[in-house]
């Protein structure tokens, strides 16, 4: 990790919250994921390194950090909440409607528009979502 960057206990303790070593645990378990699991999944990663954490540990502690500003929920239209540490740079979503992906993608045209649309209807951007499903091409050429 680049150390400009504060993991997400450190800003955990700025914001003083009590971190106990079952949060420490999750914590380190959603920074690491390179995906963007929900909370059964994170309890599945959580008790493989403490089998004493239980799923409302992790439901309670997903809330807390949510709560924080330090985790960003997603729905991703497969019912199920899924999360990632809040980036430190936008980026938007396309998800694969087969498989469950999700792709991370950051476009700076997309957002130019995004800027012009609120513009044009006298707005100020101040933040915004995108996530785009999609199935994938067929490679085969059939």
């Known amino acids: 990790m680049d150390d400009a960057?504060?993991?997400l206990e450190e800003l955990c303790a700025e914001r003083g919250m009590r971190m106990t070593e079952q949060r420490r645990i999750i914590a380190r378990i959603i920074e690491n994921s390179g995906d963007h699991p929900d909370v059964e999944e994170?309890?599945?990663r959580s008790v493989q390194v403490d089998a004493k954490i239980s799923i409302s540990t992790v439901y309670r502690t997903v809330k807390l950090f949510e709560d924080?500003?330090?985790l960003a929920r997603h729905d991703f239209r497969d019912g199920r909440s899924r999360y990632?540490?809040?980036p430190e740079e936008h980026h938007d979503h396309l998800i694969d409607l087969k498989s469950g992906v999700v792709i991370e993608f950051h476009s700076p045209e997309i957002?130019?528009?995004q800027e012009r649309i609120a513009r044009e209807h006298g707005f100020?951007?101040?933040d915004h979502r995108l996530?785009?499903?999609g199935i994938p091409l067929k490679?085969?050429?059939?």
Request: hydrophobic content about 40%.
């Open 68 to 70: 924080a500003g330090l």
């Open 84 to 86: 990632e540490t809040v």
């Open 131 to 133: 996530e785009l499903y």
């Open 5 to 7: 960057v504060k993991s």
């Open 124 to 126: 100020k951007l101040v």
């Open 42 to 44: 994170l309890y599945r």
């Open 111 to 113: 957002e130019a528009l």
């Open 139 to 142: 490679k085969d050429g059939g």
